[in-house]
């Protein structure tokens, strides 16, 4: 199987990826939150949210010019998990935060690993607690943080021991897993070495400027690039490809944004809701995202 995200294991992109991260670093030492906030936001408005906005293309590349009435079975399962993520943190905001977490774990772990290493066995596991540790590290590094946004979200707080141990057994798991599935030990040097420096990255910024870089530098990024090559097969020069999803994607994203502006500026807000709204609206998106990631990553391993 040809990696989709081939492209950004090469050097140079890694190279050119790590370099933005360190600025990021330099930024954040020397800048406020208000500046880290509205850096993120951008990011994430901009290349984190058109990242997801191009689902229902991929769905039609999927299932094919013959399976209309799978297609559009597959569509509306999309939009009803959409509403339903919506729906689940309104009513039950708990359940819905745990659920969030789970799948983001299992979805920012396959992005990243599969650009690595072709996984046969035991893929399900190693994708979730890489992004399990990712996750936990930056919560554990943002604990008073992370735990007034989960407060506001269900109502519950999570001691700081819970996330230490949890930290602690995913990165045993990590250590196990990467020594017996990377085989170049370039890669396996490489792979640590973002880790450290994305700790250093969550150590050195607040939650909401640790969450976006990552997010969109190291996810958002290489997904555009994994969606890319998967939608026009190498047909047309990357230049040209970009262009074309940001067209098809563009009234989604458009759409995405108004979504949630409206929201925050017509439902009475408070400004320190906002938070806990803006997370839950991307729990809302991740979702059926996720699953469009994961069906794309598999028709691909099956040609």
Not at 119 to 147: C, D, P, Q, R
Not at 172 to 189: G, R, V
Not at 229 to 248: H, R
Request: net charge positive; hydrophobic share 50%; glycine share 6%.
């Amino acid at each position: 199987m040809k990696l989709l995200t081939i492209s950004f294991t090469k050097h140079k992109f890694l190279i050119i990826l790590q370099l933005i991260t360190l600025t990021c670093i330099i930024f954040a030492v020397f800048c406020n939150d208000s500046s880290q906030n509205l850096i993120s936001f951008l990011g994430i408005f901009s290349f984190g949210i058109l990242h997801g906005a191009n689902d229902l293309k991929i769905i039609n590349k999927n299932f094919g010019r013959n399976q209309k009435k799978l297609k559009g079975l597959f569509f509306l399962s999309y939009l009803l998990v959409v509403i339903s993520g919506i729906g689940i943190f309104y009513w039950i905001p708990g359940i819905a935060l745990i659920f969030f977490v789970l799948v983001s774990c299992y979805h920012f772990g396959e992005q990243h690993l599969e650009r690595i290493v072709d996984l046969k066995k035991g893929k399900l596991f190693f994708y979730f607690t890489y992004g399990a540790f990712i996750f936990l590290m930056l919560f554990s590094l943002h604990y008073n943080e992370t735990v007034k946004v989960i407060f506001q979200i269900s109502g519950k707080v999570l001691p700081f021991t819970f996330f230490i141990y949890s930290l602690l057994l995913t990165s045993i798991a990590i250590i196990i897993q990467a020594l017996f599935h990377f085989k170049n030990s370039k890669l396996l040097m490489q792979e640590f070495f973002l880790l450290g420096l994305l700790a250093l990255l969550f150590t050195s910024s607040n939650l909401l400027f640790s969450f976006g870089i990552y997010f969109v530098i190291w996810h958002s990024l290489p997904s555009l690039n994994s969606q890319v090559k998967f939608l026009y097969n190498d047909t047309v020069s990357d230049k040209t490809g970009y262009k074309k999803y940001i067209k098809a994607s563009f009234l989604y994203w458009i759409l995405a944004l108004g979504s949630l502006g409206g929201v925050y500026f017509f439902a009475d807000i408070p400004r320190e809701q906002f938070l806990p709204l803006f997370f839950s609206f991307l729990a809302a998106i991740t979702f059926p995202h996720a699953i469009v990631m994961e069906r794309m990553f598999s028709f691909n391993s099956n040609q």
